[in-house]
């Protein structure tokens, strides 16, 4: 069975440093492991997608995340927050195209001034 | 960018009542999906559609919900009757076999 584990349920920075949001993944098969953000009143928004090929996935707006199988953890990383970084993110596993994801409980990140 | 939108943006319904949300998903897309996330919680998946038939559902998505795609565009969720507890944002997704999922922007549902 497939499950989501995001590690901090929120996370504050100050706006010019690094983001890392922690997940952690279980799977049965290999996974397919996105990242979604979620701004106030707005959709779920693709921020990036493993579906192994390369481990170290580029994703929008300067974030990236890095599939470690041996760990079993999909971190997502940006060099320097900007202000408009602040939403929620949820890390996402799906074993096949087509069928459900699994979300994890999400990650509310807080970027200050 | 291809867009799914989804109708209405919010509803506030009394307990009991039938509600349909609506959504058009992105038009060459094959597989349908309806999540919800209640106020605070994680996303939950409900139901995929595929080939005019379910594909997949949740234990959530019980016999007071049905989905359709009743004219080839629109794909609807459909809430029999209503209780305190399916309020909820409902997200509307579509995605091509093997490719990205695009969620709408999300349907407010108020049980009152």
């Known amino acids: 069975a497939q499950s989501v584990t995001q590690l901090d349920s929120h996370v504050s920075v100050s706006e010019g440093t690094p983001v890392l949001l922690r997940c952690n993944y279980s799977s049965s098969y290999s996974p397919s492991l996105f990242w979604y953000v979620q701004h106030p009143n707005k959709g779920l928004q693709l921020l990036l997608k493993y579906t192994s090929a390369a481990t170290l996935v580029k994703g929008i707006n300067g974030f990236e995340a890095e599939f470690k199988k041996s760990e079993t953890s999909f971190h997502l990383t940006k060099p320097s927050a900007h202000m408009s970084d602040a939403a929620e993110y949820f890390c996402?596993?799906?074993?096949?195209?087509?069928?459900?994801?699994?979300f994890g409980k999400g990650t509310t990140l807080s970027v200050s001034s | 960018e291809p867009e799914v939108t989804q109708t209405p943006s919010h509803q506030v319904t009394q307990m009991g009542q039938e509600v349909i949300l609506r959504c058009v998903p992105i038009s060459n897309h094959l597989y349908f999906y309806w999540y919800r996330q209640i106020l605070g919680q994680k996303v939950e998946f409900l139901v995929s559609?595929?080939?005019?038939?379910?594909?997949?559902k949740s234990e959530i998505f019980d016999d007071q919900f049905s989905v359709e795609r009743p004219d080839g565009s629109n794909f609807t969720l459909k809430i029999r009757s209503t209780k305190l507890e399916d309020s909820a944002m409902y997200f509307c997704?579509?995605?091509?076999?093997?490719?990205?999922?695009?969620f709408g922007e999300g349907s407010r549902l108020t049980v009152l």
């Open positions: 996402v596993v799906s074993e096949q195209a087509g069928t459900a994801l699994i």
């Open positions: 997704a579509s995605s091509e076999a093997a490719s990205r999922m695009f």
């Open positions: 559609f595929y080939n005019n038939e379910i594909s997949e």
